[in-house]
């Protein structure tokens, strides 16, 4: 994935280097296009995973003084942090309108305090005891094991795998069960061959590493694939209609179709008025990759696609034809599914242009 993100960027510059200026309102957009691209998390050894939340809106990054965007995977994450990022990646809300807050020494005007709530609602986290959470104490890799599972429990199996058994995890230990748990359907792995690595800070790499772990495990209440291809060829339907197309249709094909990456990708093409010149030759026919509570994948076959782009050396336009095959990354939200990223094609030129 992080390689097509390259040709993504690729292909906007080439597209807006020839493109007419037609501004169409930006307020469908909700998110600024670079933040997207996060360079330091492509070569981490969770880079897909943790690339994959980003463009699902469940992670974001820091934005540097030179207006780039960073993941920061090797920083430490708080305890506040990663409950609120279980509760916003799981859509949960407050179970009830009770006005008492379960902690004490969460402030009323702590950035992440209902979120907090929340996951102590759902019974994710448990505190410190004394009435005491710690927001902000560095979440360990035994806590982070422990709400994942907390989380998860009515939607993921963790049952029938075999555990490891680490060596500086005590038997009695609070966390010992969990730890189990995950491990035994391959959440959780140690930092050695022996070793769970207790008390150890966890990074921000680790923590949605794991958390992509669950969602992509998940197997309680799915979608059915029928609603999931009927989804797919209604997007493809509209998206080849959009030739002459007004801003309007424009707007409403974005909000109906597309969330996270996907949608600032396209509303920075649509803004400059770019609609692609394509044609498509063949039968696209849609099969489901993989289908989970909250997370689905949708990938077409048996189609090539025509389209024409600017080659810098030749200094003209070119006709290329490529096999289409697009896998479209889709999320509910809600009780909708939307589309946070399509991986189309690879193309030619990809290495020379890219490196």
Partial sequence: MKELKKVY??????????TAIMPMSASAQTRDFDSYFLFDVWDHWGAEQLDDLVNADIFGGYKTSQGDYEFRPNRTITRAEFAAIIVRSLQLTRKSASTSYPFTDVPANHALRNEIAIASDH???????????????NVTREQIASMIVRAFSDTISFTGGTAKNFTDVPA?????????????IGLVSGVSQTTFGMGRAATRGEAGVLLHRAL?????????????????????????????????????????????????FATEIYEYGYLADMNIT?????????????????????????????????????????????TFYMKKIGSSWKIYYVEDFSFDFEEEYLY
């Fill in 123 to 137: 019974g994710i986290i448990a505190g410190l005891g004394g009435g005491k959470f710690g927001p902000n104490q």
């Fill in 282 to 326: 063949g039968q696209l026919t849609f099969s489901v990759k993989s289908n989970h509570t909250r997370f689905a994948q949708v990938k077409g076959t048996g189609a090539t696609m025509t389209f024409e782009y600017y080659d810098p050396d030749k200094r003209r336009n070119v006709v290329e034809t490529v096999d289409y095959e697009p």
């Fill in 9 to 18: 960027m690729l292909l906007l510059a080439v597209l807006l280097a020839f």
């Fill in 172 to 184: 009695g230990h609070w966390a010992a069960a969990d730890i189990k748990k995950a491990s035994s």
């Fill in 216 to 264: 992509n495990r998940e197997t309680k209440n799915l979608t059915s694939a029928n609603t999931l291809l009927s989804l797919a060829n209604s997007y493809q339907t509209s998206l080849f209609s959009l030739d002459n197309a007004t801003k309007a249709q424009l707007t409403n094909h974005i909000n109906t179709y597309y969330t996270g990456f996907q949608k600032a």
